[in-house]
């Protein structure tokens, strides 16, 4: 089985945790991003929708971290907690993977790229008032995660970590990967963040989000990088 992976992507740390986590055997296709492999006839093979995570078992290909996360838990048969059988639990997993896609992870992941990837490597300056504005969408989101989802429990399903945390902790660390210490004066956000962290073990956790904390020191090599092919559509998706 195939993985194709850029581990600067959120959803391709969740499903590459997820899968070492549960010693799931499986090559580490890599698949930069940033050099806009995505685009390239072979990878058109695998995904027309040319994002990343994508899978490939023999003949069968699947794009979309989420299908990928419940295809490797049922073929895998993971221990249960990371998606219950117990209709309510997995009912909570659903509520949180339904709703991050168009919030923390639009978020998160407009913040990254408004305070690092587009004014210093595409050299764009960003407006003041755009970056006010997603910064307080972001606030907004992490402010639901922890009154909402989060509440009193140890984890968003209760009393166990579950594909909602790996889902949400990664999303919650990329705009860290700009320098946006989101864990400061969210005292309720930082224990979740140190429960999940020793859950998935702080070697895996760091070795997932390695690429992302070192971004802000990586960011004079990106810009050699072919990131120009796409500037208008990062442009037009972030600005
Ligand atoms: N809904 C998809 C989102 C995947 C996605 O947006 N991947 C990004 C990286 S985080 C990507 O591959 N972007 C490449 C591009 O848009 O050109 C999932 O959950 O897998």
Redesign the pocket.
């Known amino acids: 089985m195939e993985l194709y992976l850029?581990l600067f992507?959120?959803?391709?740390r969740s499903v590459y945790m997820f899968a070492k986590k549960n010693n799931i055997p499986f090559e580490f296709k890599q698949l930069s991003?940033l050099d806009g492999e995505?685009?390239g006839e072979e990878f058109g093979k695998i995904s027309l929708i040319?994002?990343?995570?994508a899978l490939r078992d023999g003949d069968f290909c699947l794009?979309?971290?989420?299908a990928?996360l419940l295809y490797l838990a049922e073929k895998f048969k993971t221990p249960d907690f990371w998606y219950p059988d117990d209709l309510q639990q997995r009912a909570r997993i659903n509520e949180y993977l339904s709703w991050q896609?168009m919030a923390i992870r639009m978020h998160g992941?407009k913040i990254f790229w408004l305070r690092l990837l587009i004014p210093k490597v595409l050299g764009v300056d960003v407006p003041q008032d755009k970056l006010d504005a997603a910064l307080e969408d972001l606030n907004s989101s992490l402010k639901l995660i922890e009154e909402k989802f989060i509440q009193d429990r140890p984890f968003i399903a209760g009393e166990h970590v579950s594909l909602a945390d790996l889902v949400a902790i990664v999303e919650v660390m990329q705009p860290v990967g700009s320098g946006l210490d989101v864990f400061e004066g969210r005292p309720r956000l930082s224990a979740w963040r140190d429960r999940v962290q020793e859950a998935i073990g702080k070697e895996l956790f760091d070795d997932a989000h390695q690429a992302i904390l070192g971004a802000q020191e990586n960011v004079k090599q990106m810009s050699t990088s072919k990131i120009h092919l796409?500037k208008p559509?990062i442009q037009k998706l972030f600005m």
């Open positions: 850029d992507s959120q959803p391709c991003l995505q685009y040319r994002k990343v995570p794009a979309e971290s989420i990928i896609h992941s796409f559509k």
